[in-house]
């Protein structure tokens, strides 16, 4: 809480860039730290063809819609492609006219593949079925066949005979051969290749390798495990394994938006009707790793792409090492399967030589946008399809003519992009001169529930106000604008799931606006929270338009270059149980009381380049790893070349893990037993209190 105010207080000092540096995975010395991106990207789908890569994630009621990543390296991406510009189904439900909306439906879980010299992505619209998108060049133009049928969340395969088949199905897995023109699928060719009652979820990705047939699948009972199915044959019959499971990187469940039984909700509607479902941090529920899929890297090695949920940022994705151990694709390392690295080597890497001369690290897309483009930026998608008559880049602004709405949920025209954690500050100014009586513009958060600040015009009367939807609240205050002018702000802690407003009238000094608001990840709409630009009249009518300029994203914890304290002096806290790590005299790494500060509580660390570490102890003990993890095997050496390397795993903050290139486990603690410490952990627990996370605090 300490770091959440200095954090808001730095925010809302200052008026300019707290970092202009963006998310990238990439650590620059030849490893990288997951997630991918810190913003979401759901339903993960990958390929690779040739020496490229190509991502498809779920895009929901958002346009356009069916987002395609591109990489050389399987870390750094950018946005280079949507499959459509708006839905093209002529429906009210398509556009929020006539309170009819597809939040929570829309676009989702997208399979990419390529064959026959073009690429198809596959997808499932509610109420329309199945869906295909074909182009020759990645960045388009792509050609719409709608399939129909009953067939979603689905696997694709072009087999080696020129059949396609696609794998469907919750639980009793289907497998429909697809008709090679798209139009449809193949009647009376749907046939159950696994059937219920072995464990396999949905989320199908299909593939064919050294002649076998695998089938990766999530499941979410009792909670999120991601399956591997194989078999010799399309038609089965399978045997499956789980390959990976609990791995959440420390990160536990959300709280969910809940609607209680028996109430009727619509989106927009009063927010006190629903609330946050209560918080378990020591659950997995679905955090964990799951739905995905893999792909082999130009050197052979292969790389799982598995989203997880991030709270209230919704899912992103993280890439994880695998094995191939008896013929199964596992997820992580020899040693310790099933659970994989936060941060690891980069596919292919060999030096930081070697890897100077390739792809250097940068964020997936621009997210700040001055509009003075002729059109917006790649970032940039319409909650819902638009009104192209009611919005214009102008004068090097982004002008939205307010059209009917109740509220924020319904306003069409809403321009949105995804939030970008962990932490960052979105600022935005709003010229309000030509908003008329009735008309309301601002900055929100299109999420369930919803919020906003910004302008409310009634009569010639401005008023600023803050909504809250889940309190169902508004705060206003009284503000000049001489010059028809007013800086919006929105600060986010989205580890923490919580936000707030503010607001200057000169663009330099801010004012808080509102309490600081709960945030939650929900499966009304299925997305995480999102930014807002909206103009809308609560009087039934079309009204003026608002004018917005200078959106700018501020990441204060994008720069991770110096969370290994190289050249520093710090004591190592338990996570656990908040007690300084010693160096025991009798020879063991052990803990002590919080007090002490002695030189066995002090370390220092020994780069050993590309994020490996040594760690030195003050009195000039190295640690040291002795046999295969047995509790008390964790003592020290006094020759440097016999100390332990461990790959530093960042979890930002000054929160770490020790990971052994040894055994590929961890360094940790049992917080109850008394143990000294070990090298036997698999990773974090979700509430990162299992005795495997630690906290490095500088002594000055």
């Known amino acids: 809480m300490k770091r959440l105010l200095f954090f808001l207080l730095a925010a809302l000092l200052g008026g300019g860039m707290l970092n202009a540096q963006s998310w990238t995975a990439d650590n620059g010395n030849g490893t990288f730290t997951n997630p991918l991106f810190y913003d979401e990207f759901s339903d993960p789908d990958i390929l690779r063809v ?3 890569y190509y991502l498809a994630g779920t895009t929901m009621h958002a346009v356009p819609g069916l987002v395609i990543l591109h990489s050389k390296d399987l870390v750094n991406w950018e946005n280079v492609s949507y499959c459509f510009d708006r839905f093209d189904f002529g429906e009210d439900r398509f556009a929020l006219k006539n309170h009819q909306e597809i939040y929570g439906q829309g676009i989702w879980a997208p399979c990419i593949r390529y064959a026959n010299g073009q690429f198809y992505v596959f997808s499932n619209v509610n109420g329309k079925g199945l869906q295909c998108y074909t182009a020759k060049d990645i960045k388009g133009p792509w050609t719409h066949h709608n399939m129909k049928g009953n067939i979603y969340d689905l696997g694709v395969l072009f087999d080696d005979d020129g059949k396609v088949y696609a794998i469907h199905g919750y639980g009793t897995v289907k497998c429909t051969e697809l008709k090679p023109d798209m139009s449809g699928p193949i009647e009376g060719t749907e046939r159950v290749i696994i059937p219920e009652g072995n464990g396999v979820g949905e989320g199908h990705h299909m593939y064919k390798i050294d002649g076998m047939y695998y089938l990766i699948s999530t499941d979410y009972k009792p909670n999120g495990r991601t399956l591997c199915s194989r078999s010799k044959s399309i038609w089965g019959p399978y045997e499956t394994r789980v390959i990976t499971a609990d791995e959440t990187y420390g990160y536990h469940a959300a709280s969910l938006t809940l609607v209680p039984r028996g109430v009727k909700y619509r989106i927009g509607e009063d927010g006190t009707k629903f609330g946050l479902g209560p918080l378990d941090k020591d659950a997995t529920a679905c955090t964990n790793a799951h739905q995905g899929g893999i792909v082999q890297y130009q050197d052979g090695s292969w790389w799982a ?10 899912r992103t994705v993280c890439l994880m090492p695998m094995t191939w151990k008896d013929g199964w694709p596992m997820v992580g390392l020899e040693g310790n399967l099933g659970r994989a690295p936060r941060t690891w080597f980069k596919p292919g890497f060999v030096s930081v030589a070697t890897e100077s001369q390739q792809t250097k690290p940068h964020a997936p897309y621009v997210r700040s946008d001055n509009f003075d483009g002729k059109q917006l930026g790649r970032i940039w998608q319409w909650n819902h399809n638009p009104e192209e008559k009611m919005w214009s880049l102008k004068g090097g602004k982004l002008r939205l003519n307010s059209m009917p709405a109740e509220q924020l949920m319904w306003a069409r025209n809403t321009l949105t992009q995804r939030v970008i954690g962990p932490n960052s500050v979105t600022t935005v100014e709003l010229n309000v001169k030509g908003l008329k009586d009735g008309d309301v513009a601002g900055l929100g958060n299109i999420n369930v ?4 600040i910004g ?22 205050a009284s503000v000049s604008l001489p010059n028809g002018k007013i800086w919006l702000r929105s600060i986010g802690d989205y580890d923490n799931d919580q936000a707030q407003y503010a607001y200057s009238t000169d663009g330099k000094t801010f004012q808080i606006l509102g309490r600081m608001m709960p945030l939650s990840y929900q499966l009304i709409s299925f997305q995480g929270s999102r930014h807002a630009l909206f103009a809308f009249n609560v009087g039934g009518k079309n009204g003026g338009y608002a004018e917005f300029d200078n959106f700018t994203v501020e990441e204060p914890k994008a720069d991770r270059s110096g969370n290994i304290p190289f050249g520093k002096t710090f004591r190592i806290i338990n996570k656990a149980t908040n007690r300084p790590a010693v160096c025991d005299p009798h020879g063991f790494l052990y803990d002590t009381h919080a007090g002490d500060k002695s030189q066995r509580t002090q370390f220092r660390i020994i780069d050993k380049g590309n994020g490996k570490v040594a760690i030195q102890c003050l009195d000039g003990r190295y640690i040291k790893v002795y046999g295969e993890g047995l509790a008390g095997d964790v003592r020290f050496t006094t020759d440097e070349k016999e100390a332990e390397v461990f790959l530093w795993q960042d ?13 590929h486990r961890y360094i940790g603690k049992s917080p109850t037993t008394g143990s000294p410490y070990s090298m036997d952990y698999v990773g974090a627990d979700p509430a990162r209190r299992n005795g495997a996370v630690f906290h490095w605090e500088e002594l000055q």
């Open 50 to 52: 040739g020496d490229d």
């Open 305 to 314: 792409l598995f989203m997880m949920d991030f709270h209230s940022i919704g």
């Open 449 to 452: 529930p919803c919020s906003w």
């Open 455 to 476: 302008v409310v015009k009634k009569g010639n009367a401005l008023t600023l106000r803050c909504f809250e939807q889940l309190t169902n609240d508004t705060v206003d």
């Open 651 to 663: 979890y930002l903050n000054h929160d770490f893990m020790l990971f052994s290139l040894k055994n």
